[in-house]
């Protein structure tokens, strides 16, 4: 049976048998078992009998999603797509899945014809507001969360991205407000930054406690809670990391550790050629930034990278062994590793940030070129970043000197920032984070 004829019946199909519903439920089990190789096992044997189904074509799409088998997700979804073209399930699929690889527009123009389909997709009007951040158009990604949270007041998820987009507005009542409502991923350590940043100091610490007595432990927390400790003069307890500068680490990657200067070029030249759209980042100035995973990407130098990069993590867990600091022996038993490419011309830099939903942060140096002026080109380390208020108090910053193959890890909660430089050569780095699983 062809492509062309699955796709004619997903348009046309039987009805269910009480067998074949059976077997659907099967597989959904699988799925919210997280059994993902037997997902696709029973997925292949079930759509291989009925091919009509689009439900097990949809989760043998899921199960390859989730172990990081894009393409074919991608091929599943796409064939989906063309054989039932009025399924908004499908259409969205398909975008969320462009936009793990950062193929944004499409990803976009998926949901928007999913939308047209299902007007209330609530799913779809979400990914459509991510999409929009993406792009850097906030305006339509405040509506999104806003139509949202219209159609459902409690709407977790996008109380927290609505409340991020007003965070980032320096709207922090706004902000306050909304993460108060959500419980989704880090709103409560938001929460306390919103109460940190209006300088409501005795409710500030009041919720501290609370985080600290529910057992959260993560690097935006941390990050708050150390500024805070050198703006109002207290000692830092924040179960994280309270001795980041120490745990900064810098090696080498060399050709020897597998990864060659013909991957290394590879993985430039994907990035100049544009093929996946780039992120915006309000952050970089003068630089471009790739979107999605890039460790999700089949090609030889990604897949290569991730494993030289996999052993440099073992490296630097291996050094600070007998470190007690939280970040590391409170290591995630799940996580996947992020990446991305930020390349920069001359007089570019990266203001200071920290990555809240990472652990383990990191850069590996593409090309590093020489530029006149101290520490330009550099990377910079300080408590302070994101324009927290100091009261006048003095931070420390550390910069480190980065060359070409060096690889610098340290832990996420560390505010972090590229010293501008000047040259014709771009400056090119692959940043990555460990990321839980939760």
């Given at each position: 049976?062809?492509?062309?004829d699955?796709?004619?019946?997903?348009g046309?199909?039987?009805?269910?048998?009480?067998?074949?519903e059976?077997e659907?439920?099967?597989?959904?089990?699988?799925f919210?078992?997280?059994?993902?190789?037997?997902?696709?096992?029973?997925?292949?044997q079930?759509?291989?009998?009925?091919p009509?189904?689009g439900?097990?074509?949809?989760?043998?799409?899921?199960?390859?999603?989730?172990?990081?088998?894009?393409?074919?997700?991608?091929?599943?979804?796409?064939?989906?797509?063309?054989?039932?073209?009025?399924?908004?399930s499908?259409?969205?699929?398909?975008?969320?899945?462009?936009?793990m690889?950062?193929?944004i527009?499409?990803?976009?123009?998926c949901?928007?014809?999913a939308?047209?389909?299902?007007?209330?997709?609530?799913n779809?009007?979400?990914?459509?507001?991510?999409?929009?951040?993406e792009?850097?158009?906030?305006?339509?990604?405040?509506s999104s969360?806003?139509r949202?949270?219209g159609?459902?007041?409690?709407?977790?998820s996008?109380?927290?991205?609505?409340?991020?987009?007003?965070?980032?507005?320096?709207?922090?009542q706004?902000?306050?407000?909304?993460?108060?409502?959500s419980?989704?991923?880090m709103?409560?350590?938001?929460?306390?930054?919103?109460?940190?940043?209006?300088?409501?100091?005795?409710?500030f610490?009041?919720?501290?406690?609370?985080?600290?007595?529910?057992?959260?432990?993560?690097?935006?927390?941390?990050?708050?809670?150390?500024?805070?400790?050198?703006?109002?003069?207290?000692?830092?307890?924040?179960?994280?990391?309270?001795?980041?500068?120490?745990?900064?680490y810098?090696?080498?990657?060399?050709?020897?550790?597998?990864?060659?200067?013909?991957?290394?070029?590879?993985?430039?030249?994907f990035?100049?050629?544009?093929?996946?759209?780039?992120?915006?980042?309000?952050?970089?100035?003068?630089?471009?930034?790739?979107?999605?995973?890039?460790?999700?990407?089949?090609?030889d130098f990604?897949?290569?990278?991730?494993?030289?990069?996999?052993?440099?993590?073992?490296?630097?867990?291996t050094?600070?062994?007998?470190?007690?600091q939280?970040?590391?022996?409170?290591?995630p038993q799940?996580?996947?590793?992020?990446?991305?490419?930020?390349s920069?011309?001359?007089?570019?830099?990266?203001?200071a940030?920290?990555?809240?939903?990472?652990?383990?942060?990191?850069?590996f140096?593409?090309?590093?070129?020489?530029?006149?002026?101290?520490?330009?080109g550099?990377?910079?380390?300080?408590?302070?970043?994101?324009?927290?208020?100091?009261?006048?108090?003095?931070?420390?910053?550390?910069?480190?000197?980065?060359?070409?193959?060096?690889?610098?890890?340290?832990?996420?909660?560390l505010?972090?920032?590229?010293?501008p430089?000047?040259s014709?050569?771009?400056?090119?780095?692959?940043?990555?984070d460990?990321?839980?699983?939760?």
């Open positions: 049976m062809t492509f062309a699955i796709q004619e019946k997903l046309n199909r039987p009805a269910v048998t009480s067998k074949e059976q659907l439920n099967a597989l959904i089990q699988l919210n078992n997280r059994n993902f190789n037997q997902l696709i096992t029973a997925g292949k079930y759509t291989k009998e009925h009509h189904e439900g097990g074509w949809n989760l043998l799409a899921l199960g390859h999603k989730h172990l990081g088998n894009l393409a074919e997700a991608i091929n599943i979804y796409e064939f989906l797509v063309k054989g039932a073209p009025k399924s908004a499908f259409l969205s699929n398909l975008g969320n899945t462009y936009m690889v950062g193929r527009s499409e990803s976009i123009s949901y928007e014809k939308l047209e389909l299902d007007p209330n997709l609530i779809a009007i979400e990914a459509l507001g991510l999409a929009y951040l792009i850097d158009q906030a305006d339509k990604a405040i969360f806003k949202v949270i159609l459902d007041n409690n709407h977790q996008s109380l927290y991205y609505l409340g991020n987009l007003y965070l980032g507005m320096d709207c922090c706004e902000a306050r407000d909304l993460f108060k409502k419980s989704f991923r709103s409560k350590s938001h929460y306390l930054e919103c109460l940190y940043r209006l300088g409501e100091k005795e409710l610490y009041q919720e501290y406690s609370k985080l600290v007595a529910g057992g959260v432990v993560n690097p935006l927390m941390a990050s708050i809670v150390s500024h805070a400790s050198v703006r109002f003069g207290v000692p830092d307890d924040n179960p994280f990391c309270l001795k980041a500068f120490d745990h900064i810098v090696g080498r990657i060399e050709k020897t550790d597998g990864f060659t200067d013909e991957l290394s070029k590879k993985l430039i030249d990035h100049n050629g544009n093929k996946n759209d780039f992120r915006s980042q309000n952050l970089l100035t003068n630089g471009k930034q790739s979107s999605g995973n890039l460790f999700l990407l089949k090609e990604a897949q290569e990278l991730k494993i030289v990069i996999e052993g440099k993590i073992e490296q630097y867990r050094l600070f062994s007998n470190s007690k939280g970040f590391l022996t409170l290591w799940n996580y996947e590793l992020f990446g991305w490419l930020i920069m011309k001359g007089g570019g830099h990266l203001r940030h920290i990555h809240k939903e990472g652990w383990l942060s990191g850069s140096y593409l090309n590093v070129p020489e530029s006149p002026g101290k520490d330009a550099n990377i910079a380390f300080s408590l302070h970043g994101l324009n927290y208020p100091t009261d006048g108090k003095y931070y420390e910053q550390k910069v480190v000197e980065v060359r070409q193959r060096d690889i610098c890890m340290f832990p996420s909660s505010f972090h920032s590229t010293i430089f000047e014709t050569e771009e400056r090119i780095s692959f940043a990555f460990v990321k839980p699983i939760t």
